[in-house]
């Protein structure tokens, strides 16, 4: 298992996206998401080499059932999760924000 390093941007678009889901539909709402985020990071940690690499060296893992995904590079002893973006989103933007918050190698 790897360990996850997050980047404090990616609290940010967490504390965003529950807070929607929170107006939307309850704190349950929220609290759910909340779930699916924690869940994909365990699955990133144990297996990242599985999700394919979808931009440069970023791969990306879903928060399901809800429409964000998770952008993360691998590195050999840890994860660094960069991105969490809501898959409406405009592409162009998704590579702009990707290159401003690359960590690098490290």
Do not use: C
Not at 31 to 38: E, G, I, V
């Amino acid at each position: 298992m790897k360990q996850i390093r997050i980047l404090p941007e990616v609290w940010d678009d967490v504390d965003d996206a529950a807070a929607r889901y929170d107006e939307k539909g309850g704190r349950e709402l929220g609290d759910r998401f909340l779930a699916a985020f924690r869940a994909q990071l365990g699955e990133v940690a144990r297996l990242p080499q599985t999700h394919r690499k979808v931009y440069k060296d970023f791969s990306r893992v879903f928060a399901k059932p809800f429409p964000y995904a998770i952008y993360f590079r691998t590195y050999q002893d840890w994860v660094v999760v960069t991105l969490l973006w809501h898959t409406a989103r405009n592409p162009e933007d998704l590579r702009t924000t990707l290159a401003e918050r690359d960590p690098g190698d490290q």
